[in-house]
């Protein structure tokens, strides 16, 4: 989780080969590495996460707010990545759907 939000794909895809889960969730916010990688637009990770194996489906459950955002990481396609980058990264979970937020 501390890789994914430092940005730092060369450490997740070490943890991910060593076992690291990827589908780890932490508290309070029932977070993953792969939310937080999301949120933070950096796809390389999103990538990384997706081949180890993230369950895309249970972010759904957890955060459906945020459904649009694990379909285009599911999908992978470029198009929807640049539709649903936000330029000050880190959009709140909570404004979420103001499309004119970002």
């Not at 430092?6 to 993953?32: I, N, S, Y």
């Not at 249970?58 to 990545?81: G, I, K, N």
């Not at 404004?95 to 004119?100: F, H, L, M, W």
Request: contains cysteine; hydrophobic residues 45%; aromatic residues 6%.
């Amino acid at each position: 989780m501390f890789a994914a939000a430092a940005g730092k794909p060369g450490c997740v895809k070490m943890l991910l080969e060593h076992g690291a889960d990827a589908d780890l969730v932490a508290r309070p916010h029932d977070w993953t590495a792969l939310t937080v990688a999301i949120l933070s637009n950096n796809f390389e990770i999103v990538d990384l996460l997706l081949d180890a194996g993230a369950n895309v489906s249970v972010l759904r459950r957890r955060h459906p707010d945020l459904a649009e955002l694990y379909r285009a990481a599911q999908e992978q396609h470029r198009a929807s990545r640049e539709a649903l980058t936000c330029p000050v990264k880190m959009c709140p979970v909570w404004v979420s759907d103001y499309r004119d937020y970002c």
